[in-house]
């Protein structure tokens, strides 16, 4: 077993920043890659960013691609997410994931956190 316990969320205006952190707990996490995913309500779970067990590769979507960096911290089991100039249509609860594979699909993902909002005005 995995938990994961995500904190940094809250209120930002549009251009600010955040950095989202996930500590991980349990067997191994160190060889678990890492995933961050977000959604709105009545979509579906989107995914953000991920990065390997040794964190030498990331992958990000599209739309926070040079605002987002995710990076992990093997030694104290966090993976964190710094926000950057962050724009309003990125508000969402955003959740972190652990997954044995890889991949950008949250099917993949077999532990979760249990969210942490970030809502960003205008």
């Known amino acids: 077993q995995v938990q994961l316990v995500e904190s940094g969320g809250g209120l930002v205006q549009a251009g600010g920043s955040l950095r989202l952190s996930c500590a991980a707990s349990?067997?191994?996490?160190?060889?678990?890659?890492m995933g961050w995913f977000r959604q709105v309500p009545g979509k579906e779970r989107a995914f953000v960013a991920a990065?390997?067990?040794?964190?030498?590769?990331?992958t990000y979507t599209d739309s926070v691609k040079g605002r987002f960096t995710i990076s992990r911290d093997i030694a104290n089991n966090t993976v964190y997410l710094q926000m950057n100039s962050l724009k309003p249509e990125d508000t969402a609860v955003y959740y972190c994931?652990?997954?044995?594979?890889?991949?950008?699909?949250?099917?993949?993902?077999?532990?979760w956190g249990q969210g942490t909002q970030v809502t960003v005005s205008s």
């Open positions: 990065i390997n067990w040794s964190g030498t590769s990331t």
């Open positions: 994931a652990a997954t044995l594979g890889s991949g950008s699909s949250y099917s993949r993902y077999d532990y």
């Open positions: 349990g067997r191994t996490t160190s060889r678990y890659a």
